[in-house]
């Protein structure tokens, strides 16, 4: 009886954070995205892609980021040539909200559950910027092996960031740890 108490409390706790910061990150790009007429992404999809373009600009690639004319997203353009596109789905906003469920989920102390929640989704947006940077040259430097490269590898590194960083939590500092 008391596995299936936790299991509902953990589902409680998951869903509602989820909830909470899915809806007040709704409400931010309903506040801040232009969908009608010009387009325009919101503040924090803007940044992901201008960070991309400064990373990019370390290995002597000629950005330019534009906000695409046709559709909710910011064009990345390498030496003259549209590479990709930042849509809101790859400013890695989402991933954070579900990470910060998983861990107020798996309940540990609040200082820990900040601490660690903080700098969890730091790392998490830091490796989202390297990862999109990384597609973009290699899908520049080698087109053919576009689909693999977004499909499939490039997913696994955001997710695989997460998961570890969940396992980390779990072990070290929630109170399910042994």
Aim: aromatic share 16%; charged share 15%; glycine share 6%.
């Amino acid at each position: 009886m008391k596995g299936q108490r936790n299991t509902v409390l953990f589902l409680i706790r998951f869903f509602v954070t989820y909830f909470i910061l899915f809806g007040t990150y709704s409400f931010y790009l309903n506040k801040t995205q232009q969908k009608e007429g010009v387009f325009s992404c919101s503040p924090i999809t803007k940044t992901v892609a201008n960070q991309t373009k400064t990373l990019l600009s370390v290995f002597d690639y000629n950005v330019e980021t534009l906000q695409h004319t046709e559709e909710m997203s910011m064009k990345v353009i390498l030496n003259n040539t549209y590479v990709s596109r930042v849509i809101e789905g790859c400013n890695s906003i989402s991933i954070i909200i579900l990470f910060i469920a998983f861990i107020v989920a798996f309940r540990g102390g609040i200082k820990e559950t900040i601490i660690f929640g903080t700098i969890g989704s730091i790392i998490i947006y830091g490796v989202n910027i390297i990862r999109i940077s990384f597609l973009t040259a290699l899908i520049y430097e080698y087109q053919h092996y576009q689909d693999v490269l977004h499909n499939i590898v490039f997913p696994l590194i955001i997710y695989g960031t997460t998961f570890l960083l969940w396992i980390v939590w779990v072990h070290k500092f929630s109170n399910y740890k042994k």
